[in-house]
């Protein structure tokens, strides 16, 4: 079972208590993107195998949105972080490399 701690709250909640929102850091495309960007952003996702960020909601508790970087084939958490954070803060993409070796972020 997937257990996350939301950075919000501070609360560890299993995957019951939480709802799933998709990939973390997207660009997100206004009014006057042209439109194979705006269709790239809607529909375009990466589903790696492997290290993902990702946008979770603490429904059950907080309600309050956060962001997980885990591994989608072990299920391995290597840290949560508030939603409005830009990009993943060192210290997860330290345990990150401390893993999977060479990874780097594609922000």
Same mark, same amino acid.
């Given at each position: &079972? +997937?257990?996350? #701690? !939301? %950075? !919000?709250?501070?609360?560890?909640?299993?995957? #019951? @208590? +939480? @709802? %799933?929102?998709? @990939?973390?850091? +997207?660009?997100?495309?206004? /009014?006057?993107?042209?439109?194979?960007?705006?269709?790239?952003?809607?529909?375009?996702?990466?589903? /790696? &195998?492997?290290?993902? +960020? @990702?946008?979770?909601?603490? =429904?059950?508790? !907080?309600?309050?949105?956060?962001?997980?970087?885990?591994?989608? $084939? #072990?299920?391995? $958490?290597?840290? #949560?972080? %508030?939603?409005?954070?830009?990009?993943? /803060?060192?210290?997860? $993409?330290? =345990?990150?490399?401390?893993?999977? /070796?060479?990874?780097?972020?594609?922000?």
């Amino acid at each position: &079972m +997937l257990i996350l #701690t !939301c %950075p !919000c709250c501070g609360i560890e909640a299993d995957e #019951t @208590e +939480l @709802e %799933p929102g998709g @990939e973390a850091h +997207l660009k997100r495309q206004g /009014p006057g993107a042209a439109d194979a960007d705006f269709e790239a952003y809607l529909f375009q996702r990466s589903n /790696p &195998m492997g290290v993902h +960020l @990702e946008r979770w909601r603490h =429904a059950h508790g !907080c309600g309050k949105w956060f962001l997980a970087a885990r591994n989608t $084939v #072990t299920l391995e $958490v290597y840290g #949560t972080y %508030p939603a409005q954070t830009k990009k993943p /803060p060192q210290d997860i $993409v330290r =345990a990150i490399k401390k893993r999977v /070796p060479g990874w780097e972020w594609q922000g």
